[in-house]
T-cell receptor, first 116, second 114 residues
Framework: DSGVTQTPKHLITATGQRVTLRCSPR?????VYWYQQSLDQGLQFLIQ???????AKGNILERFSAQQFPDLHSELNLSSLELGDSALYFC???????????????FGPGTRLTVL | GQQVMQIPQYQHVQEGEDFTTYCNSS?????IQWYKQRPGGHPVFLIQ?????EVKKQKRLTFQFGEAKKNSSLHITATQTTDVGTYFC??????????????FGKGTHLIIQP
């Protein structure tokens, strides 16, 4: 158990719909990262938040958005869903002390999204 | 953009044989991390390499970072069934400004035959 929690575990929805995935980081971790894992694309970095602010952006579609709340939990919003959005979505968290750019990330169990 | 290639995609070995996976980046990396993902599980951090030519060992696992900081390898000696999983490298590139995300390789799936 990494200490990172994600809900829901599974999500089945239809094309065109909107869903929200939730992540609670490890206690004390200020950084939250979102990843998409699909069979053909591997593990793709989507976005990072640090203490409520966007820190880094990867291959995140405009239909997707995220935010980190004052209690440090984060939500990933996926809208206008397409079949190709079906994937495993991981959240990860890390400590981010000053002076260093990257730390080991602790991954949550993931949310499996199926778009029908 | 930065690309991280990882080979082989799949590796079948007999239990007790050695295993190596290689990671190559299209650009110079500031550091590289390795993760392991068991079937049905989530990625778990193994190690981070930062210095040019760095070599680190964890029991039967040996990690190397190339002199040019564009490639890395993970070598497992005498594989065991507990080593089964997918091994990912993840690189952090240099940026002129602002933060970068990690770029993951597509992973090497290690399959062990008893």
């Amino acid at each position: 158990d990494s200490g990172v929690t994600q809900t829901p575990k599974h999500l089945i929805t239809a094309t065109g719909q909107r869903v929200t995935l939730r992540c609670s980081p490890r206690s004390g971790d200020l950084s939250v990262y979102w990843y998409q894992q699909s069979l053909d694309q591997g593990l793709q970095f989507l976005i990072q938040y640090y203490n409520g602010e966007e820190r880094a952006k990867g291959n995140i579609l405009e239909r997707f958005s995220a935010q980190q709340f004052p209690d440090l939990h984060s939500e990933l919003n996926l809208s206008s869903l397409e079949l190709g959005d079906s994937a495993l979505y991981f959240c990860a968290s890390s400590v981010q002390p000053q002076g260093k750019r990257w730390y080991e990330q602790f991954f949550g169990p993931g949310t499996r999204l199926t778009v029908l | 953009g930065q690309q991280v290639m990882q080979i082989p995609q799949y590796q079948h070995v007999q239990e007790g044989e050695d295993f190596t996976t290689y990671c190559n980046s299209s650009t110079t990396l500031s550091n590289i991390q390795w993760y392991k993902q068991r079937p049905g599980g989530h990625p778990v951090f193994l190690i981070q390499l930062v210095k040019s030519g760095e070599v680190k060992k964890q029991k039967r696992l040996t990690f190397q970072f190339g002199e040019a900081k564009k490639n890395s390898s993970l070598h497992i000696t005498a594989t065991q069934t507990t080593d089964v999983g997918t091994y990912f490298c993840a690189g952090l590139g240099y940026s002129g400004g602002g933060a970068d995300g990690l770029t993951f390789g597509k992973g090497t799936h290690l399959i062990i035959q008893p």
